[in-house]
Nanobody, 125 residues
Framework: QARLVESGGGLVQAGGSLRLSCAAS????????MAWFRRAPGKEREFVAH????????YYADSVKGRFTISRDNAKNTVDLQMSSLKPEDTGAYYC??????????????????WGQGTQVTVSS
């Protein structure tokens, strides 16, 4: 079974940068899609970005496009989220999630089977 552990969250000033990391273990699936979601205080969890590990293809929510970059390191079995030009509205708990590859795009939380515990990102103004 897959095990996901996030790290790298913290407090940063608006306009600054943070790099989150998701360490993955296990080989339940032949192919994976790994994603980042976030939950702002008092709001529902929302999709941020995903990467298909078989070909490194990526997809981003419009709200983070051009500012966030998702990438993978197969040697370390890690997926990272580089966040730049951070805004106060980026504040929230960030979660790593994983699912088997599919032929259709899935961004809903219900489509993901494995989740980390989350790491807090706070952007001050």
């Amino acid at each position: 079974q897959a095990r996901l552990v996030e790290s790298g969250g913290g407090l940063v000033q608006a306009g600054g940068s943070l790099r989150l990391s998701c360490a993955a273990s296990g080989r339940t699936f032949t192919r994976y899609v790994m994603a980042w979601f976030r939950r702002a205080p008092g709001k529902e969890r929302e999709f941020v970005a995903h990467i298909r590990l078989s070909d490194s293809s990526t997809y981003y929510a419009d709200s983070v496009k051009g500012r966030f970059t998702i990438s993978r390191d197969n040697a370390k079995n890690t997926v990272d989220l580089q966040m730049s030009s951070l805004k106060p509205e980026d504040t929230g708990a960030y979660y790593c999630a994983a699912r088997p590859e599919s032929v259709v795009r899935i961004t809903a939380q219900s489509g993901y089977d494995y989740w980390g515990q989350g790491t807090q990102v706070t952007v001050s103004s």
